[in-house]
């Protein structure tokens, strides 16, 4: 798994409560990425860093926020989950701005109840 | 018109038989061709990169790109049970982030 490690792998929790997910990695790689996967829609990007404390949106940000205070670790927050952020979250890595060639963590399977 | 476009599937093969998966991209742009291979429940792995037309060889795996028609296509040679997975195909561009389609999802029956 290109030494990424997402946590927690599964978790559920209360509609309105706020969620942290958190993507560890041990390459040293400067870009990293959140993505959801839902059935119907794919992989959706949420939110990408490109550097320590360096972050921006991606396509579905509403309602996540993201932190980079180091380069190994890329935490993806839900403010205040809702149903509609019931999804599989996936970590990503890579050497490359464009995402290219990018190693995926093993995901995290949330539910909101 | 999305970024990228794949047959869900699912493609149902013999083992032993070519597996041939296509996608289409719409944006010009797109310099990096890439396949990815998800197991149920895992996150994908990345099988095959390449940024220009023409065909690329990994063991079993060829990758095939023409850019003039947009058209990504990787073939599976001697398909086995193992490589039962959805296949991604997401086209790249510097300065952009990876487009992924929704995948083709593969059986290699036994």
């Known amino acids: 798994d290109a030494g990424i490690t997402q946590s927690p792998r599964h978790k559920v929790t209360e509609t309105g409560t706020p969620v942290t997910l958190r993507c560890h990695q041990t390459?040293?790689?400067?870009?990293m990425y959140w993505y959801r996967q839902d059935p119907g829609h794919g992989l959706r990007l949420i939110h990408y860093?490109?550097?320590?404390?360096?972050?921006d949106k991606g396509e579905v940000s509403d309602g996540y926020s993201v932190s980079r205070s180091k380069t190994e670790d890329f935490l993806l927050t839900l403010e205040s989950a809702t149903s509609s952020q019931t999804s599989v979250y996936f970590c990503?890595?890579?050497?490359?701005?464009?995402?290219?060639?990018?190693?995926f963590g093993q995901g995290t399977r949330l539910t909101v109840v | 018109q999305k970024e990228v476009e794949q047959d869900p599937g699912p493609l149902s093969v013999p083992e032993g038989a070519i597996v041939s998966l296509n996608c289409t991209y719409s944006?010009?742009?797109?310099?990096?061709f890439m396949w990815y291979r998800q197991y149920s429940r895992k996150g994908p792995e990345l099988l095959m990169y390449?940024?220009?037309?023409g065909n690329k060889e990994d063991g079993r795996f060829t990758a095939q790109v023409d850019k003039s028609s947009k058209y990504i296509s990787l073939f599976i040679r001697d398909s086995q049970p193992s490589d039962s997975a959805t296949y991604l195909c997401?086209?790249?561009?510097?300065?952009?982030?990876?487009?992924f389609g929704g995948g083709t999802r593969v059986l290699v029956k036994p």
């Open positions: 944006n010009s742009a797109f310099q990096y």
């Open positions: 390459e040293n790689h400067r870009y």
């Open positions: 997401p086209p790249g561009a510097a300065g952009n982030k990876l487009t």
């Open positions: 990503a890595i890579s050497n490359r701005g464009s995402g290219t060639e990018a190693f």
């Open positions: 390449t940024y220009s037309s």
């Open positions: 860093s490109y550097g320590v404390k360096d972050t």
